[in-house]
């Protein structure tokens, strides 16, 4: 029975994931009525705190997109990967880790892309090198960001949700990226063919048009004028991120209330919870920054990320729920299964939630549903923040929106799919990346926690 349902469970996340958007979540509903109108399991509890925070901290992300916030950022960047076209391999995803940790969103890369691809191929720089761990690095900046729904659902009520669980996460995760993005541009500085032996290269530098835009000494598309309040927006956001740092490194700042039962919004010993804080702070920000740069709200809800936001919400909503009535009903099961195995081997762990992440496409929901698993089989927590890195298995399938734009802004086709689908260009600095931040968090937590 377990298999059967197992088979379920995977099946409606293979199939919400092909539909894209808010597929994961309605196929999620579905493989929720069954288990529960079928198999008669009692429903888990709905991930309604993840939820709240993925509204509240994606709503202040899209104010600063509204505000003109995130296009400052954009050409902050731009000029960072414009300065050093020569190692672009290595100055490309760092910048983008920079700024995709600050924000706390991968959505910045999209406008980075076709710098990257630009830049390089004027260099005569294979640009799948640059692009490939670019596109990982945004993903491993989500795991160490304040600002990001993974992060803080990780680190708030449910998982870890001990003082200073933030700071932790942070000063593990953050390093210990670092030093796999490093590896990540060590393992493709020589990927593939140099584009001077590269075929599909030659034969597109046949047509004059192509040669001609390649060669071109001018940017890749005209610099629009920056909405005027841009950079308020940025130094209202920064504010925003800093005091969320600061609430996590210093609890005690924060009033307490009252002892009773545990909440969304007060811990049992009357302290605020981080999901609260961080939805108090966010949008807050938000309304300040409309109304320090004079930007409509109504604008805010046309732009990019807030329909995004949507879709995570929807997302998370029906996967997480139907994952988390899974694993309820199996609990005995499962961590008979898996106790002897993760208590001798913790980074065994990391395997499964590296599997269940490259199925999800989503790292919130992915933390929501594993780390409590990993919690009740015994994981200390320095081992589950040293885990933490595996949620961002989301690129081992190529259909997440970043490796496809990746792949469509290289105009030299250098940047592709393989003829066995997971052979693509993100496998191995995805791998060595990810890979590296998990065994670079263990030592890391032994040292510093």
């Not at 910048?95 to 600050?102: E, G, P, Q, R, S």
């Not at 929807?314 to 009535?325: A, E, L, R, Y």
Request: proline share 5%; with cysteine; glycine share 8%.
């Amino acid at each position: 029975m377990l298999l059967l349902q197992f088979s379920i469970l995977i099946g409606m996340i293979l199939v919400g994931s092909q539909m894209k958007g808010i597929g994961l979540g309605v196929m999620g509903m579905v493989g929720l009525s069954i288990f529960v109108f079928i198999f008669g399991m009692k429903p888990g509890d709905p991930p309604i705190d993840v939820m709240l925070v993925i509204m509240a901290i994606v709503s202040t992300a899209a104010t600063l997109q509204a505000c003109g916030g995130l296009d400052y950022l954009v050409k902050l960047a731009e000029k960072v990967i414009r300065s050093n076209p020569s190692n672009i391999v290595f100055i490309a995803p760092f910048t983008v880790y920079f700024f995709c940790l600050f924000a706390g969103t991968a959505h910045l890369l999209y406008s980075l892309l076709p710098i990257i691809s630009e830049v390089a191929a004027k260099k005569r720089i294979r640009p799948e090198r640059p692009l490939s761990i670019s596109v990982i690095a945004s993903h491993l900046a989500i795991t160490g960001s304040p600002m990001s729904a993974a992060t803080a659902a990780f680190a708030g009520a449910g998982i870890l949700a001990y003082p200073g669980a933030l700071i932790d996460i942070m000063k593990v995760c953050i390093p210990a990226c670092i030093i796999g993005i490093f590896l990540g541009c060590l393992s493709v500085i020589r990927k593939g063919k140099e584009l001077s032996e590269d075929p599909i290269f030659l034969e597109k530098m046949k047509d004059p048009e192509f040669a001609k835009s390649l060669d071109s000494n001018d940017s890749a598309g005209e610099q629009k004028p920056l909405r005027k309040g841009a950079k308020t927006s940025v130094v209202i956001f920064s504010i925003a991120v800093l005091m969320i740092v600061l609430a996590g490194a210093f609890p005690q700042l924060l009033p307490t209330f009252e002892p009773g039962a545990a909440s969304l919004v007060l811990k049992a010993n009357g302290e605020l919870q981080m999901v609260a804080v961080i939805s108090m702070v966010t949008l807050t920000a938000s309304a300040l920054m409309m109304i320090a740069t004079k930007t409509s709200a109504v604008d805010v809800t046309k732009v990019s990320l807030f329909s995004s936001m949507a879709t995570a919400v929807v997302s998370v909503f029906g996967v997480v729920w139907m994952s988390s009535t899974f694993m309820a009903h199996n609990e005995i099961v499962i961590k008979g299964f898996m106790t002897d195995i993760v208590s001798a081997h913790p980074w065994t762990f990391a395997i499964a939630v590296f599997i269940l992440g490259a199925l999800m496409f989503s790292q919130a929901a992915t933390t929501k549903t594993m780390m409590p698993l990993g919690m009740s089989l015994g994981l200390s927590n320095p081992a589950l923040i040293a885990i933490f890195p595996a949620v961002n298995a989301d690129f081992v399938l190529p259909g997440y929106p970043t490796l496809l734009a990746a792949i469509n802004f290289d105009r030299t086709g250098s940047t592709k799919i393989g003829k066995f689908v997971v052979n693509h260009s993100f496998m191995i600095p995805g791998l060595v990346a990810i890979g590296t931040a998990i065994a670079a968090g263990f030592l890391l937590g032994a040292v510093l926690l």
